[in-house]
């Protein structure tokens, strides 16, 4: 069986499950480099100087790009040792669109369902957790993984996308009470966690949604998973 066609582990049909994996969805943080482009113009006096700004420009460009690349850890397709392949730590991948990137933590290579750990189907944004004791990392059809700094800070939004898939409170998006109108056929599922493991331990809370949600995030969770909602608004 492909690793696509496994099923989320924990994964049952109710109104409240804990441990239920939905396929996270929506939009996610997106980057893109200009690299410039250069004209060409008469000769002038100076013309040397100018040559040399361009030159420096490009060095700059150069050294963007390969920050860039420094951020991806592992690429989004292939089975990874842990410990050889890539280190433990926290992982993310985002602009998956499509509903088809799909991960699996492993707790030995033997390819069997007693061997997963956690494992997910991902639209949008997604933060994995890999820990020592891990033996493999499998990931299928999603875009490049980068290291999370667990220190890192950002400009937390009050609003988010409601196929967005995970975000990281406080960093990601601000602690409160948001509000998703709008939501049909139980459709849109929410997730409070902790953790990034995917466990069931990691989860706080979760529901599938008829109409309007209303949850409120504290400041003291780690984590927020929506899918197929309508786009959340803080409301206070």
């Known amino acids: 069986m492909g690793m696509k066609g496994k099923v989320a582990l924990g994964a049952v049909v109710g109104i ?11 939009d996610s943080d997106s980057t893109s480099s200009d690299k410039g482009s250069s004209s060409s113009a008469q000769a002038k006096p100076g013309g040397e100087k100018d040559s040399a700004k361009s030159a420096g420009d490009k060095t700059e460009e150069q050294a963007e790009e390969k920050a860039e690349e420094k951020k991806v850890a592992f690429e989004g397709d ?14 993310r991948t985002t602009g998956n669109t499509d509903g088809m990137c799909y991960w699996e933590r492993a707790k030995d290579a033997s390819g ?12 949008g944004t997604s933060y994995v957790t890999v820990k020592a004791t891990d033996k493999l990392f499998k990931s299928s059809d999603c875009n490049d993984w ?24 406080g960093v990601d998006i ?3 009470t948001y509000k998703s ?16 493991e995917h466990g069931l331990d990691s ?9 309007s949600a209303v949850v409120k995030i ?6 927020f998973k929506t899918s197929g909602c309508t786009d959340w608004k803080k409301t206070g």
């Not at 980068?146 to 409170?169: F, H, I, L, S």
């Not at 989860?203 to 109409?211: D, K, L, T, Y």
């Open 218 to 223: 504290s400041a003291s969770d780690t984590y």
């Open 174 to 176: 601000a602690p409160g």
């Open 16 to 26: 409240v499950v804990i441990g239920a994996v939905s396929a996270n969805s929506g």
């Open 112 to 123: 069997e369902l007693d061997s997963l750990l956690a494992n997910d189907n991902v639209t």
């Open 146 to 169: 980068e290291a999370v700094d667990p220190k890192a800070k950002g400009t937390p939004a009050a609003k988010m996308a409601g196929d967005g898939g995970m975000y990281r409170v």
């Open 78 to 91: 292939g089975e990874f040792e842990v410990g050889t392949d890539i280190e433990p730590g926290t992982y």
């Open 203 to 211: 989860i706080i809370a979760n529901n599938n949604v008829s109409g």
């Open 181 to 196: 109108t709008g939501n049909e056929d139980d459709m849109c599922y929410w997730e409070r966690t902790k953790d990034a």
